[in-house]
């Protein structure tokens, strides 16, 4: 459909519902790719939240933050970090006393080892690891597919980082379903039943010791390899994740396939821009939270008390002498969490005039929740359209949306914790096709304007 000449306001929403591709210069479109490159080798690097935090902090470090429980005082152009069990970590620029925080969440939906996950089938000769799994997730879609194991173990002798069965090792894992032959009965069940939660076992071996089974050469090899005893699972945390490398999806390239884009898209956009902020008049702050999946409960988690304690610390540090309640309701934040992309396949559960769509920039969102916007934030109206003017100010391609259909579902994000503290809050974030999925796909371009919302906002431009 051609465009009329006289651009009235209709024209105008009109115009920004057009792909972002087609209103952005040769020089941004190379900027996206050369961002979404970087982008891929994180993605690749960081499959669950301890590895995201631990590449947090090494950036960090390497672009001059310090530990705020290492730093006597601070003043302005002070960079500092403060993290939680490795799990979770805040970045701080230190500014005047007005907060701008940006949040992003590390975790995302995968299956967990159980305490006692080595089980032996002696009639099989196969030895399986049980899993117990973490947040939303569709079960059926995580058979039959390679599988990586990661996560730390913790002995007398200190912590084992464990990364197994990714694409470059010459091994993996998988989870094997029923073939289709003998799938009669299966096929008849439900979504929700068709794979149960009990049945998500690894397979993990098959070679037996003469008279002691498959297991026991299992606990042989672990002892003797990796220097790890059974009874060191009890206390571990292993996450089990796809194997999959993070591609160019489609023919021209535009998007990236990856697992956990939901929300290390946006902590990845949300680091690179703190790590650009450049504030004098105001605290410039990141979190990167995890737990965010189960509903934020924990010490990492975007509740936690660690974030007043490190408001408090920078408070304290810096000389600011305001009542941390203060900084709290005068704060300005953005939730950068992922939303969902409008998906022409299954187009009756979006409300097509108010969903968001692929490559049309980051999505700005009034409210989340669901079954009537329950147990979600809705922004106030003054703070988002000043999040809306700040982006058409510097040109960033951007978009508004929810999340689907009233009557079908919906979802949260951490925006509700923050507000409760007395942020003004709006969520901000990138699009996704296939969330919570083992391999989740979003646009080069949605991914690259959330940086730039970020930083503009971080940077109070
Ligand atoms: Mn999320
Ligand atoms: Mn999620």
């Known amino acids: ?19 972002g591709w087609i ?16 982008y891929k080798k994180f993605i690749n690097h960081c499959k669950i939240e301890r590895e995201v935090v631990e590449y947090i902090k090494t950036e960090a470090v390497k672009s001059g933050f310090k530990n705020i429980k290492e730093a006597r005082k601070l003043k302005k152009g002070d960079k500092v970090f403060y993290e939680v069990n490795s799990k979770s970590i805040y970045l701080a620029v230190i500014g005047e006393p ?52 990661h996560g730390v173990i913790i002995t007398k002798k200190g912590k084992i980082s464990v990364s197994l069965g990714d694409e470059d090792d010459d091994k993996t894992f998988v989870i094997s379903d029923l073939l289709p032959h003998l799938a009669q009965k299966q096929m008849e069940k439900t979504g929700k039943e068709i794979i149960e939660g009990e049945n998500l076992s690894i397979i993990f071996g098959n070679m ?44 021209d390239k535009s998007m990236i396939g990856a697992y956990g884009h939901d929300d290390r898209s946006c902590s990845f956009a949300l680091l690179s821009a703190i790590l650009k902020a450049n504030n004098s008049k105001e605290t410039a702050v990141a979190l990167f939270v995890d737990k965010e999946e189960i509903g934020s409960e924990g010490n990492t988690s975007a509740q936690s008390a660690h974030f007043i304690n490190f408001i408090e610390l920078i408070n304290e540090k810096a000389k600011w002498n305001k009542r941390t309640n203060e900084l709290l309701t005068s ?20 409300d097509k005039h108010n969903a968001s769509y692929l490559s049309r920039g980051v999505s700005i969102e009034k409210y989340n929740g669901s079954g009537g916007k329950y147990y979600g934030n809705d922004a106030n109206a003054e703070f988002l359209f000043k999040i809306i003017d700040l982006a058409n100010k510097n040109k960033i391609i951007w978009q508004s949306g929810e999340i689907g259909k009233i009557d079908i579902g919906g979802g949260g994000t951490v925006a509700v914790f923050l507000s409760k503290l007395g942020f003004e809050v709006v969520d901000a974030g990138i699009p996704v096709l296939g969330m919570h999925s083992p391999y989740e796909v979003i646009s080069k371009l949605d991914l690259y304007s959330a940086y730039q919302l970020y930083k503009v906002f971080l940077n109070g431009k």
């Open 331 to 350: 704060g300005e934040a953005i939730s950068a969490d992922v939303t969902s992309a409008f998906d022409p396949i299954y187009q009756d559960v979006f």
């Open 98 to 149: 007005k907060l701008k925080v940006v949040i992003s969440h590390v975790d995302s939906p995968r299956l967990d080892l159980k305490p006692f996950p080595i089980i032996e089938d002696a009639l099989s000769g196969l030895s399986l690891l049980k899993t117990h799994y973490y947040g939303g997730i569709k079960k059926y879609q995580w058979v039959n597919i390679p599988l990586a194991i």
């Open 208 to 251: 037996p010791i003469k008279d002691k089974g498959v297991k026991a050469n299992i606990l042989k090899i672990l002892n003797e390899e990796y220097k790890i005893k059974e009874e060191n699972f009890v206390s571990a945390e292993l996450e089990v994740v796809p194997a999959f490398k993070a591609k160019d999806v489609g023919l």
């Open 1 to 19: 459909m051609a465009t009329t000449k006289k651009k009235g306001k209709k024209e105008e929403l009109e115009f920004k519902r057009e792909s």
């Open 23 to 38: 209103r952005i210069d040769n020089k941004t479109k190379r900027d996206i790719f050369a961002f979404s490159e970087s």
